[in-house]
């Protein structure tokens, strides 16, 4: 196993005393900021890496105040904020980013407590600071929250919930960016995508705006704007609707926010024949479809590495001026989106019957 570097490595590398190193990774004022640059990359360039745990103990020891539970962040989850995969997948990514850093994330199930305040008597009772928040409405679940002793970071999904907190969220127009630009370069010329309606309007716009720009780089190509068709209805209103306008408009390629709009255009296999389809939602790992998809481990890692700055810096309570985080998505190649020949396809109907 590698030694960690320690301050007095980055010390004896720079030919300074281990306070001086000291004081400048802390921004102390008595270090010149030419001396402190200096040794910051020094230890960026050695490999050095704070200790959370000796850093806590050693400040505590300083103040002269106890302390326990100095180095684990509490990941504090919801029953309904998202899917059990897409919980696990954000842990999972949080998780191992504090493994990194030298923290351990602990999970607190806000279900498990009568209260919002029985929670945070427990966090304070622990010592612990540091929150990683994925809960799908935390001023609710956590009304009265004393926000002020803590350093919270909220996983949004989908973003805009805790506006008052620094969070990281899926960049959902770069994903959908992302997808049309896979669409078009893989030849397919009349895009349609599928939204579910004025219930996710902020995150639709979203969608129609990363398919626009995607569409706006590719003008030049006689490619005509993707269309959209909102859900609606009933389950069979649903299918028949969406097989009538894919026929109707000739499409030769469907982005859908889920694989239940692939069964619809009788697509369960992955291959559409003629249709090209892309998923954009996670979806089960196994199915057979192109996906652009949210990199949810991405996001728990960006939470953590935000939870450890506020700590670091020992900031609590809310920012002056949060932070959205937007995490770019993943591409998964599938067989229900193939590389087509120039001029292959159903040709646009009249310019009378787009819209």
Same mark, same amino acid.
């Given at each position: ?6 301050l ?12 001086t ?11 010149a ?29 300083w +103040?002269?105040? /106890? $302390?326990?539970n @100095?180095?684990?962040i509490a990941? =504090?989850a !919801? %029953?309904?904020? #998202?899917?059990?995969? *897409? ?96 669409v ?10 599928? +939204?579910?309606? /004025? $219930?996710?309007? @902020?995150?639709e716009?979203?969608? =129609?705006? !990363? %398919?626009?720009? #995607?569409?706006?780089? *590719?003008r ?14 009933s ?82 309570g ?12 993943l ?25």
């Open positions: 196993m590698q030694k960690r570097v320690s007095g490595d980055v010390a004896k590398a720079a030919g300074v005393d281990r306070a190193v000291s004081r400048a990774m802390s921004n102390h004022p008595h270090v900021a030419a001396t402190r640059d200096r040794l910051r990359a020094l230890a960026q360039e050695l490999g050095y890496r704070p200790d959370p745990a000796l850093a806590a103990m050693a400040r505590d020891r +103040l002269g105040r /106890p $302390r326990r @100095a180095n684990v990941y =504090v !919801g %029953a309904g904020c #998202a899917t059990r995969a *897409a919980r696990e997948d954000v842990f999972l990514g949080a998780q191992a980013e504090a493994e990194r850093r030298g923290w351990r994330l602990e999970v607190f199930a806000r279900g498990d407590y009568p209260s919002a305040a029985a929670l945070a008597r427990v966090l304070a009772a622990r010592a612990i600071q540091g929150m990683l928040l994925h809960l799908d409405r935390p001023g609710v679940e956590l009304g009265g929250w004393p926000w002020e002793r803590f350093a919270a970071v909220h996983v949004s999904l989908p973003p805009d919930r805790a506006p008052w907190l620094d969070a990281a969220t899926p960049d959902v127009f770069e994903t959908h960016l992302r997808a049309m630009r896979e078009l370069a893989r030849g397919y010329v009349r895009p349609g995508l599928v +939204l579910q309606g /004025p $219930r996710f309007l @902020a995150d716009l979203r969608r =129609v705006g !990363g %398919a626009l720009a #995607a569409w706006h780089e *590719a030049g190509r006689g490619v005509p704007p993707p269309l959209w068709w909102l859900e609606g209805g389950a069979a209103e649903q299918a028949s609707g969406l097989r009538d306008w894919v026929s109707k408009q000739r499409l030769d390629v469907v982005l859908g926010q889920s694989d239940l709009v692939a069964e619809r255009l009788g697509m369960r296999s992955g291959a559409g024949g003629a249709l090209g389809y892309v998923s954009l939602s996670e979806g089960p790992r196994a199915a057979p479809f192109a996906r652009a998809l949210p990199d949810l481990r991405g996001v728990g890692a960006t939470a953590l590495r935000l939870v450890a700055a506020r700590l670091h810096e020992r900031q609590a809310p920012p002056a001026t949060p932070l959205q985080v937007l995490v770019p998505g591409w998964q190649d599938g067989p229900s989106l193939r590389r087509r020949e120039a001029g292959a396809g159903p040709r646009p109907p009249p310019a009378s019957r787009a819209r």
